[in-house]
């Protein structure tokens, strides 16, 4: 039987503190738990280096221009990350979901706790899944859904739940048709045709099916943000992640050399991120983006990630162009061994597959 994207992000032995978020709304105070500032991991090089205020940021690339192909590949090379405009995804869509999304985290907290991800489970109410990998607790709380969000929607209005979960599926109807198109853009960008599809072994074929995951996040506003963690630094497992962020800064990325730099909300635009698949499959000429949220004092930060990748049970494997001389730097891996790997492994999962 297939093996469904919720099936290979189950995990194990994780304790309560691993999946249930603080109740934001009773702390005035940062908390032990969730003070970053003594620990090894942020004095760790990437939590020292300044955050860099060079203006040079992702580029913003309108998806209608005729060079979309060429400035996709360059930010991509560059970045791994490029914001996009005239996208196609009506912004009362996008607003709508940020509403509901808002809706549910200002829930009370006990309610929240009826749509509590399950030890074994992948989707629902509860803390980043990276979270085991850190000693201390990040000032953050999610909500995952994968397909329908009607279990957890109807714990949380048992009358009511239908519009949630309307709103929910248009938005991930739009993503993956938005993510379909930036996916023949960025193969197109390395060389690889989708007229030869006919002619691609099976790794490359899968990489025209999909299944995805909606992460609706939000980071309250923190008595004490230069102790504290939004969210730790990771990069995305799968191929692309598309995100839309409110208009309140906090979203960082990692550059060789410079630092982290912010990656500021642009109006309009939605965020495109290269993830660990898609970095397989370019044969690391995408960078993975190493990314984090810092929180802040006065404004609540909400974002909606859209992670993008081929089926659990399919196989992803470098793409050589034909143009270049190339040696595979991984092999193949299914992803659902990958997503085991991420699990266990966290950012070393990579290095276990290069060859
Ligand atoms: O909130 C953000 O900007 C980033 C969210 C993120 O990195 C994630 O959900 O993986
Ligand atoms: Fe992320």
């Given at each position: 039987m ?9 995990d ?14 009773t ?5 032990e738990?969730?003070?970053?500032i ?12 300044r955050?860099?205020q060079?203006p040079a940021?992702?580029?913003v690339?309108?998806?209608?221009s ?8 360059n930010a ?6 490029f ?6 995804v ?5 607003d709508?979901v940020v509403?509901h999304a808002?809706?549910l985290f200002?829930l009370p907290?006990?309610l929240k ?5 399950s030890p074994?489970?992948?989707t629902g109410y ?8 850190f000693s201390?607790l990040?000032?953050?709380e ?6 329908s969000?009607a279990e ?20 991930q109807k739009?993503?993956k048709s938005?993510a379909?198109?930036?996916?023949l853009?960025?193969l197109?960008?390395l060389?690889v045709?989708?007229q030869?599809?006919?002619q691609m072994d099976?790794s490359?074929?899968?990489l025209y ?11 309250p506003s923190c ?12 990069t995305d497992s ?5 995100l839309?962020q409110n208009?309140t800064?906090?979203?960082q ?8 730099t912010?990656?500021?909300p642009?109006?309009?635009?939605l ?7 898609m970095h397989?499959v370019?044969n690391a ?7 984090r949220v810092v929180?802040n004092n ?5 974002s909606?990630a859209?992670f993008y ?6 196989v ?18 299914k992803?659902?061994?990958y ?13 276990l597959?290069?060859?």
């Amino acid at each position: 039987m297939a093996t469904s994207l919720s099936q290979a992000y189950r995990d194990t032995h994780l304790q309560p503190k691993h999946i249930i978020p603080l109740d934001f709304d009773t702390v005035h105070e940062l908390p032990e738990s969730h003070a970053w500032i003594q620990t090894d991991e942020f004095s760790r090089a990437a939590y020292q280096i300044r955050v860099n205020q060079s203006p040079a940021t992702v580029p913003v690339i309108d998806l209608r221009s005729p060079d979309v192909v060429e400035l996709m590949g360059n930010a991509c090379r560059r970045w791994g990350m490029f914001q996009v405009t005239n996208h196609d995804v009506p912004s009362s869509l996008v607003d709508d979901v940020v509403e509901h999304a808002q809706r549910l985290f200002s829930l009370p907290a006990e309610l929240k706790l009826k749509a509590l991800r399950s030890p074994s489970g992948a989707t629902g109410y509860g803390v980043a899944r990276i979270s085991p990998f850190f000693s201390k607790l990040m000032w953050h709380e999610g909500f995952t859904i994968m397909g329908s969000a009607a279990e957890h929607a109807q714990q949380l209005w048992p009358h009511h739940y239908e519009e949630f979960c309307d709103v929910m599926d248009n938005y991930q109807k739009k993503m993956k048709s938005l993510a379909y198109k930036i996916l023949l853009l960025l193969l197109k960008s390395l060389g690889v045709d989708d007229q030869e599809d006919q002619q691609m072994d099976c790794s490359s074929a899968s990489l025209y099916q999909s299944e995805s995951a909606l992460q609706l996040n939000s980071y309250p506003s923190c008595p004490n943000p230069n102790q504290a963690v939004g969210l730790a630094p990771h990069t995305d497992s799968l191929l692309l992640t598309i995100l839309h962020q409110n208009d309140t800064n906090g979203l960082q990325i990692f550059q060789e050399g410079t630092g982290w730099t912010p990656v500021p909300p642009v109006p309009g635009a939605l965020i495109v991120n290269v993830g660990d698949l898609m970095h397989i499959v370019s044969n690391a000429r995408f960078p993975t983006v190493y990314h984090r949220v810092v929180p802040n004092n006065t404004r609540h930060r909400f974002s909606i990630a859209y992670f993008y990748g081929p089926p659990a049970d399919s196989v992803v494997a470098p793409l050589l162009s034909s143009s270049e001389v190339q040696i595979p730097r991984f092999r193949p891996v299914k992803v659902k061994e990958y997503i085991g790997l991420k699990n266990k492994h966290l950012e070393e999962a990579l290095h276990l597959i290069r060859v």
